[in-house]
């Protein structure tokens, strides 16, 4: 399995949210892509390609720090070791195995689109939006000293030096000094480094918008089975809700959403 499909199931695991990918790309409440190799790849912006306009706002504090190792730990578990000596410290982090990675990120906080329902009601009622084809981002979780380190040979492996208090800080809150200097050794070819000063995107949740009085699972089957004809549907207001919101629980693989049309990646 490749590090992106991983740690966005590991994201789905921990945090009930879906990857960003790669770490540090800009992604905002409003865009919008598809799927490609079960990982969210952003086409574009519902304002600048739809002319929806829209707001987002704070979704509170979804935790302190969030530090997680591939081997299935958070924290770094067994992978890290932390030497303290007279002339400073160093914390030692392991990536030995195939499709390693490890991912820190302080005060990581919600950013969220304000009325999401009244959103999907808009574009519901365009002629050009490819119903439950695109999904559309209503939640961010961004943090602040993202630090994100992989490889996907394994054999390798990151070491972070310092003054002791300052990898102990590191290790309980999750904050990157400006002092602390890191080093990869062996095949450790994915390298982001976010900033204390700036919040970078780690998370998403997203949701899909569908027609009036139809089922998803049923309208995603038409479409696939009978992509030339039409489906018409009588409305059902017990069935009546635009959204179709992705559930970030489950332990299915997201290549199952993989969008067929290689012309938009």
């Known amino acids: 399995m490749s590090i992106a499909?991983?740690?966005?199931?590991?994201?789905?695991?921990?945090?009930?949210?879906?990857?960003?990918?790669?770490?540090?790309?800009?992604?905002?409440?409003?865009?919008?892509?598809?799927?490609?190799?079960?990982?969210?790849?952003?086409?574009?912006?519902?304002?600048?390609?739809?002319?929806?306009?829209?707001?987002?706002?704070?979704?509170?504090?979804?935790?302190?720090?969030?530090q997680y190792h591939s081997e299935g730990t958070l924290g770094f578990g067994g992978a890290a070791d932390l030497a303290l000596g007279d002339a400073g410290a160093e914390l030692?982090?392991?990536?030995?195995?195939?499709?390693?990675?490890?991912?820190?990120?302080?005060?990581?906080d919600v950013e969220r689109l304000q009325s999401p329902r009244q959103i999907a009601l808009e574009l519901r009622e365009r002629d050009d939006w490819p119903f439950l084809r695109y999904f559309v981002v209503g939640?961010?979780?961004?943090?602040?000293?993202?630090?994100?380190?992989?490889?996907?040979?394994?054999?390798?492996?990151?070491?972070?030096?310092?003054?002791?208090s300052e990898l102990l800080r590191f290790q309980q809150l999750g904050k990157l000094s400006g002092s602390i200097q890191i080093a990869s050794t062996g095949d450790c070819r994915l390298q982001y480094r976010g900033s204390p000063d700036v919040t970078a995107a780690i998370g998403l949740s997203l949701f899909r918008i569908r027609r009036v009085g139809v089922d998803p699972l049923r309208y995603r089957a038409a479409v696939d089975f009978s992509a030339g004809s039409t489906l018409v549907a009588a409305r059902d207001e017990e069935d009546d809700d635009a959204l179709d919101h992705l559930d970030d629980g489950d332990d299915l693989d997201d290549d199952r959403f993989d969008d067929g049309d290689t012309r938009l990646a």
């Open 139 to 164: 939640e961010l979780f961004k943090g602040r000293d993202l630090l994100f380190y992989g490889s996907e040979s394994g054999q390798a492996g990151v070491a972070l030096r310092g003054e002791s």
């Open 92 to 108: 030692q982090i392991a990536l030995a195995r195939r499709a390693s990675f490890f991912v820190s990120v302080a005060e990581l």
């Open 5 to 66: 499909r991983e740690y966005t199931r590991s994201l789905r695991k921990h945090l009930r949210c879906r990857a960003v990918w790669p770490p540090l790309l800009d992604v905002r409440p409003g865009d919008y892509g598809v799927f490609r190799g079960g990982v969210f790849v952003r086409i574009g912006h519902l304002t600048t390609d739809f002319g929806v306009p829209v707001v987002s706002e704070p979704g509170g504090r979804r935790a302190e720090k969030f």
